[in-house]
């Protein structure tokens, strides 16, 4: 006879559901010049909205992503029915007029001043106007030169994803005459002057947060050059290009420093007889990566590169050059010259006791179609420097650099470099 099994009972463990509130108002504190919809639009978050951490956190640094406050602070108070989810943000100086000064030490320099309004009627839109007057008596394009520069730009024109960008710019240059014999400068000069004007628009279509993805836009771009004096060869004329863009964008703003990666692509095309005096087709590239690394805050590597050749053109002057303060920086201005370049840096920032005042060495290469000591083979040129990078975070965009570079093939020794954004 079988006796009887016992009931089987299985036992089943519930773990308790974690139910997160929702966000029943959403207050900005702060915010005394930048609108309400700029933040709401990069915090991505409405009444209604489950309170995620996560999703918060995100929102907030794509809203200290706009570069337009030293601080953003995230902080939820539970009321009845959820949370009020609070925004704090610290805005920066956004209207400013700055003194310009770039020197080296070939005896180079300009000066001028800036006018840079960053948060203009609080929408994030962007107006910089500049003026500078500069030497130049070891360059060979220039010896002299007065610009005027007018940028604006409007992203999310209308709460749209689409940006307005308009650029206008007038040159005024004394440009030396090169001996084609010696292949050296003369002591003979003429006046040239460039005019620039470009309006386009882009697209964004980067939808998460914090943002990252691409932005594709196209312009048209519309250039003219007049030459005069008693020895001034035919003026250019004018061109008028179609211009496309693509930018790749996934940086985060971290106040001193920045991590992410970012690229940008630029073509433009003109053709003769199409509201231009001759064809041409210029091509560029920048590509622009900063990591963390250690336990440093604000203590990054950067790895930067970029490249460009023009096909065309009217053959009077070279397209690119490098050296200076800007690139290439073991170098006199414009030591790299031609109708190519490439150039790549590998830089490391480390504070040094302020977050803002961060020490910088780095090593540069690049070359060009042509160059002071007269090899037209493209070979590369390096050098290595040190320097310091100071960030002033009380205001949109403002950084000053200088130091010493020293160059590892050719060049006149040590070089002194000054210049700043």
Same mark, same amino acid.
């Given at each position: 006879?079988?006796?009887?099994?016992?009931?089987?009972?299985?036992?089943?463990?519930?773990?308790?559901?974690?139910? #997160?509130?929702?966000?029943?108002?959403?207050?900005?504190? +702060?915010?005394?010049?930048?609108?309400?919809?700029?933040?709401?639009?990069?915090?991505?978050?409405?009444? &209604?909205?489950?309170?995620?951490?996560?999703?918060?956190?995100? &929102?907030?640094?794509?809203?200290? *992503?706009?570069?337009?406050?030293?601080?953003?602070?995230?902080?939820?108070?539970?009321?009845? +029915?959820?949370?009020?989810?609070?925004?704090?943000?610290?805005?920066?100086?956004?209207?400013?007029?700055?003194?310009?000064?770039?020197?080296?030490?070939?005896?180079?320099?300009?000066?001028?001043?800036?006018?840079?309004?960053?948060?203009?009627? +609080?929408?994030?839109?962007?107006?910089?106007?500049?003026?500078?007057?500069?030497?130049?008596?070891?360059?060979?394009?220039?010896?002299? #030169?007065?610009?005027?520069?007018?940028?604006?730009?409007?992203?999310?024109?209308?709460?749209?994803?689409?940006?307005?960008?308009?650029?206008?710019?007038?040159?005024?240059?004394?440009?030396?005459?090169?001996?084609?014999?010696? $292949?050296?400068?003369?002591?003979?000069?003429? *006046?040239?002057?460039?005019?620039?004007?470009?309006?386009?628009?882009?697209?964004?279509?980067?939808? $998460?947060?914090?943002?990252?993805?691409?932005?594709?836009?196209?312009?048209?771009?519309?250039?003219?050059?007049?030459?005069?004096?008693?020895?001034?060869?035919?003026?250019? %004329?004018?061109?008028?290009?179609?211009?496309?863009?693509?930018?790749?964008?996934?940086?985060?703003?971290?106040?001193? @420093? #920045?991590?992410?990666?970012?690229?940008?692509?630029?073509?433009?095309?003109?053709?003769?007889?199409?509201?231009?005096?001759?064809?041409?087709?210029? @091509?560029?590239?920048?590509?622009?990566?900063?990591?963390?690394?250690?336990?440093?805050?604000?203590?990054?590597?950067?790895?930067?590169?970029?490249?460009?050749?023009?096909?065309?053109?009217?053959?009077?002057? $070279?397209?690119?050059?490098?050296?200076?303060?800007?690139?290439?920086? &073991?170098?006199?201005?414009?030591?790299?010259? +031609?109708?190519?370049?490439?150039? %790549? @840096?590998?830089?490391?920032?480390?504070?040094?006791?302020?977050?803002?005042?961060?020490?910088?060495?780095?090593?540069?290469?690049?070359?060009?179609?042509?160059?002071?000591?007269?090899?037209?083979?493209?070979?590369?040129?390096?050098?290595?420097?040190?320097?310091?990078?100071?960030?002033?975070?009380?205001?949109?965009?403002?950084?000053?650099?200088?130091?010493?570079?020293?160059?590892?093939?050719?060049?006149?020794?040590?070089?002194?470099?000054?210049?700043?954004?």
């Amino acid at each position: 006879m079988h006796e009887p099994q016992p009931d089987t009972v299985e036992a089943r463990i519930v773990e308790p559901r974690i139910v #997160e509130p929702r966000i029943v108002e959403i207050r900005l504190v +702060g915010n005394e010049k930048t609108r309400d919809k700029v933040i709401l639009r990069e915090l991505d978050l409405a009444p &209604g909205d489950i309170a995620d951490p996560a999703a918060i956190e995100d &929102g907030r640094q794509a809203v200290l *992503d706009l570069g337009l406050f030293r601080e953003v602070k995230a902080t939820t108070h539970a009321v009845d +029915g959820g949370v009020v989810l609070e925004l704090a943000v610290r805005e920066k100086y956004h209207l400013l007029v700055l003194p310009r000064i770039d020197a080296s030490s070939d005896s180079d320099y300009s000066y001028g001043a800036q006018l840079r309004w960053s948060n203009v009627w +609080g929408l994030n839109h962007r107006l910089n106007l500049t003026v500078e007057k500069g030497k130049f008596p070891n360059e060979r394009d220039r010896l002299e #030169e007065t610009s005027a520069r007018l940028g604006y730009r409007a992203p999310y024109i209308f709460d749209s994803p689409y940006e307005l960008r308009v650029r206008l710019e007038r040159r005024e240059r004394v440009t030396p005459i090169i001996d084609p014999v010696t $292949n050296e400068v003369s002591d003979d000069s003429f *006046d040239e002057t460039f005019d620039h004007f470009e309006i386009g628009a882009a697209r964004d279509l980067r939808g $998460n947060r914090p943002r990252s993805g691409w932005i594709l836009g196209g312009a048209l771009f519309w250039q003219r050059q007049d030459t005069e004096g008693e020895f001034a060869p035919p003026p250019d %004329g004018q061109a008028l290009a179609l211009v496309g863009t693509a930018d790749y964008d996934d940086m985060r703003f971290h106040v001193y @420093s #920045e991590t992410g990666r970012r690229f940008n692509a630029r073509v433009e095309l003109a053709a003769e007889g199409v509201a231009s005096d001759y064809d041409y087709t210029r @091509s560029t590239a920048s590509y622009f990566q900063s990591r963390a690394i250690g336990n440093v805050p604000h203590q990054t590597v950067h790895v930067l590169g970029s490249a460009g050749v023009l096909t065309g053109g009217t053959g009077s002057r $070279n397209e690119f050059s490098l050296g200076g303060s800007g690139q290439m920086r &073991g170098y006199d201005s414009d030591f790299l010259e +031609g109708n190519y370049y490439y150039y %790549g @840096s590998l830089e490391y920032l480390r504070p040094v006791k302020w977050d803002w005042l961060r020490l910088l060495a780095f090593v540069e290469v690049g070359g060009s179609g042509d160059d002071r000591e007269g090899l037209r083979d493209g070979s590369p040129y390096a050098d290595i420097g040190v320097g310091v990078r100071i960030r002033l975070s009380w205001f949109v965009g403002v950084e000053i650099e200088l130091g010493w570079a020293y160059p590892l093939r050719g060049g006149e020794g040590a070089n002194f470099f000054a210049g700043g954004n």
